[in-house]
């Protein structure tokens, strides 16, 4: 816990409009690749195709759509940024390792390393300044 302290105390001393538009963008493109997924699942079963043998499938098709949703409204809005980050992540890593196993796509696979850098810096940074985090502690 004493890590998190410090670290957002340091974020919050080194916080910067561009750097919390950034989490919006980020947000808002996970909060969309969820609306996408939910309105066609035919394409992630298709992504996770190379992977059907193995157990999960269906919670895999029924985790990456809503944990996009909620975890890109929570991002956008800066509430529980790193839970939601954490609940992001190993999406991101088999995005990650789908386009690297499967047939490669590089704008995909930049895209997915792109965002996965992104999520990682956002779980160490934190929401920032201006978020619903910081304002709900100000409040207190």
């Not at 980020?26 to 969309?32: C, D, Q, R, V």
């Not at 985790?63 to 800066?78: E, N, Q, R, W």
Request: glycine letters at 8%; charged letters at 10%.
């Amino acid at each position: 816990m004493g890590i998190v302290k410090s670290l957002n105390k340091w974020a919050n001393r080194h916080t910067y409009l561009p750097i919390d538009l950034l989490r919006i963008i980020l947000g808002a493109f996970l909060f969309i690749k969820g609306l996408y997924f939910m309105g066609d699942s035919q394409i992630l079963i298709d992504l996770i195709k190379p992977f059907q043998n193995l157990a999960g499938n269906v919670i895999i098709i029924h985790y990456v759509a809503p944990a996009h949703l909620v975890g890109g409204l929570l991002i956008i809005f800066g509430l529980l940024t790193r839970l939601a980050i954490v609940a992001q992540l190993p999406i991101l890593i088999g995005a990650v390792i789908i386009n690297l196993s499967a047939e490669v796509n590089s704008t995909d696979l930049v895209l997915a390393i792109t965002v996965l850098l992104l999520c990682i810096f956002f779980l160490l940074y934190g929401s920032g300044k201006r978020s619903a985090d910081y304002y709900f502690k100000m409040q207190q």
